[in-house]
């Protein structure tokens, strides 16, 4: 398994940016995918982000796109999700996985790695 540590959340208002952050250790992050999810109180926990071994290939579910950006500096074993215009649904705890998987995985169950999550919220 790999070690994940998310950090960026907070507090920010409608139409506002944050940056997440998610820093790995362990297993060769940079040769596995990897991905954003967030969970809200009594809801299941979604995609939000994707993305594959290089970079070159991302995912983002239609809730999130155009507003979400993933990226990832393998020379700083992070992965990182640039989120604007921010809505109140976005408000959840975020967070950040890895798969042993070269391409894009999808599904919670395809993650073998978890971090511990950051709050996001988001006034009106």
């Known amino acids: 398994q790999v070690q994940l540590v998310e950090s960026g959340g907070g507090l920010v208002q409608a139409g506002g940016s944050l940056r997440l952050s998610c820093a790995a250790s362990?297993?060769?992050?940079?040769?596995?995918?990897a991905g954003w999810f967030r969970q809200a109180p009594g809801k299941e926990r979604d995609l939000v982000a994707a993305?594959?071994?290089?970079?070159?290939?991302?995912y983002y579910p239609e809730s999130v796109k155009g507003r979400f950006t993933i990226s990832r500096d393998d020379a700083k074993n992070t992965v990182y999700l640039q989120m604007n215009s921010l809505k109140p649904e976005d408000t959840a705890v975020y967070y950040c996985?890895?798969?042993?998987?070269?391409?894009?995985?999808?599904?919670?169950?395809?993650?073998?790695?978890w971090g511990q999550g950051t709050q996001v919220t988001v006034s009106s």
């Open positions: 996985a890895a798969t042993r998987a070269y391409g894009l995985r999808y599904a919670a169950v395809d993650f073998d790695s």
């Open positions: 362990g297993r060769a992050f940079s040769l596995t995918a």
């Open positions: 993305i594959n071994w290089n970079g070159g290939s991302t």
